[in-house]
């Protein structure tokens, strides 16, 4: 009986081999294309958070460089 059911999972594995090949093909491009989105994706979002912060920022790095050149906060 053991010999039996080993046989029968041999036999399988080229099968579920040949099934998830077969599913991969059609799948070869797709992660490139999804990995594009999220870069995309990702981009927008930096290019918001620059747009909407970005005179923030500024002055921030202005208020430090003042007070690094002149001792205070007053340039």
Do not use: H
Request: charged share 15%; proline share 1%.
């Amino acid at each position: 009986m053991a010999t039996q059911v080993r046989g029968d999972r041999d036999r399988a594995r080229p099968y579920a081999a040949r099934s998830v090949n077969r599913l991969r093909k059609g799948q070869s491009g797709q992660g490139m294309v999804e990995y594009a989105l999220i870069l995309v994706m990702v981009s927008v979002v930096v290019l918001i958070v620059l747009i909407t912060t970005g005179a923030q920022i500024k002055n921030m790095f202005t208020d430090i460089a003042c007070t690094v050149a002149w001792g205070s906060q007053s340039c």
